[in-house]
């Protein structure tokens, strides 16, 4: 970006341009008034040629006389071609020529004033029409140079105050950089230049502040989140780590080494979950571009459940779906968002309990419920339970509070939502997904 004096351009552009017309508007006066100039000097010719014309031989002495004191000299000689001049269709009439710096009007006389006079001949020179047109071009030069000298002036005083709103611009920019934030333009007529400007200035600071604060933000929230993870990280290492110290300094029997073993083998799983859902989590918050293929909600749910009924069996799961409940997104990840419900509501359930899973065609969306017969949710923690490493109490399973973030944010990376609706057997929560048929036919 160009950052040369904004004085200094304009001055560069305006005083030229006024030059320019002052130069073209005394080029066009000197050239009229030297024109009427030479008309009027042309014009005293012509009547004294015609004074001349018609005076008797006193008289004629007399206006040569009065044509002299006016610097018109005048001479009277015969006619060298009288014939063609008798034989013009309007009789004689004055010719007017131009022999350097004379003017000269050439008339044949009606009547002679004298034997041989046939012909008068009346010259000026122009001397005096060039002494005034030089006087008028250097008054015009005076007026001219004035004229420039004082648009100048009067330019650089506007400027100063056409561009003291610039200057107010970078004072209220570097008292924003000393960390006066809530300092802004508030332009009183945002309808004009200045007045966008400066509203668009309000607003980029405005976006920066909120970026700032989104920064801040995510950067507490990336603390708070290594510290849960470290945390939670650290207690299934560190079983495992006691468990096989054990296996392998004391080497027991059977059945305690086959008690630890399987101790070994349970840690391993819980902290290959804990490191997979983080895994998953970090792969949403890094906006990682999801699939968009057709999916079958329903017979996701189906295998969501399927997987689940596999690992916890023992709780009762129906499902139930509509058919063409399709949308479009990410097969894998609305699997594990749904395989995440459905854990929580077995582990809520327990192993006498129920759970329903639920999916249907509301509208153009499409609504994924899982429902239990377990305690629920408290009110106070309905929208925190949707936090990282959230787990209420009494915890049952072996999660970490992961589920319902990761399902929740691939709901909503979907352009869908995941809310807690309680109110019915137990916990209920409904994943509600724009269908296919929406998006594909767009706004």
Request: hydrophobic share 45%.
């Amino acid at each position: 970006m160009s950052t040369g004096s904004l004085r200094r351009r304009v001055a560069l552009v305006a005083l030229p341009l006024l030059i320019i017309a002052l130069a073209g508007s005394a080029a066009v006066v000197t050239l009229r008034y030297r024109h009427g100039l030479e008309q009027d000097l042309r014009d005293r010719l012509l009547a004294g040629a015609k004074a001349i014309n018609g005076a008797s031989a006193d008289q004629t002495k007399l206006v040569m006389s009065a044509l002299a004191l006016q610097g018109i000299d005048t001479q009277l000689s015969a006619d060298p071609n009288p014939v063609a001049t008798l034989l013009k269709p309007h009789g004689p009439t004055p010719e007017v020529s131009m022999t350097g710096q004379l003017l000269v009007v050439r008339l044949p006389l009606d009547r002679p004033p004298a034997p041989g006079a046939t012909v008068a001949t009346l010259s000026a020179s122009r001397a005096s029409v060039n002494s005034a047109v030089r006087r008028l071009v250097v008054i015009q030069i005076a007026v001219a140079l004035a004229a420039v000298a004082i648009a100048a002036l009067l330019l650089l005083r506007g400027l100063r105050s056409a561009l003291r709103p610039l200057q107010h611009v970078g004072a209220v920019a570097a008292r924003i950089a000393g960390g006066a934030h809530d300092e802004r333009l508030r332009p009183d007529r945002p309808e004009t230049e200045l007045g966008r400007m400066a509203s668009a200035f309000d607003h980029m600071v405005d976006e920066l502040e909120e970026s700032i604060g989104r920064a801040r933000r995510s950067e507490s929230a990336m603390r708070r989140f290594l510290a849960d993870a470290s945390h939670e990280l650290r207690t299934p290492i560190a079983a495992l780590q006691a468990s096989a110290e054990t296996l392998l300094r004391e080497q027991p029997d059977r059945p305690e080494r086959d008690e630890l073993e399987a101790r070994v083998a349970g840690d391993a799983a819980r902290l290959g979950r804990l490191v997979g859902d983080l895994l998953d989590l970090a792969r949403l918050e890094a906006n990682e571009q999801l699939a968009r293929e057709r999916v079958d909600v329903g017979s996701v749910a189906v295998r969501a459940v399927a997987e689940a009924a596999g690992h916890l069996p023992g709780t009762a799961v129906d499902v139930d779906s509509d058919d063409g409940a399709i949308v479009l997104g990410d097969a894998d990840a609305l699997s594990r968002a749904l395989r995440n419900l459905v854990d929580n509501a077995i582990a809520a359930a327990g192993r006498s309990g129920r759970v329903w899973v639920r999916v249907e065609r509301d509208g153009a969306n499409v609504l994924a419920s899982v429902e239990d017969d377990g305690p629920g949710v408290p009110a106070a923690d309905r929208e925190r339970i949707f936090e990282g490493f959230v787990r209420l109490e009494p915890v049952r399973g072996p999660g970490a509070g992961l589920g319902l973030a990761i399902a929740r944010r691939v709901a909503r990376e979907h352009g869908g939502d995941l809310t807690y609706a309680g109110g019915g057997r137990g916990g209920r929560f409904v994943l509600r997904l724009p269908g296919a048929a929406a998006l594909l036919a767009g706004p």
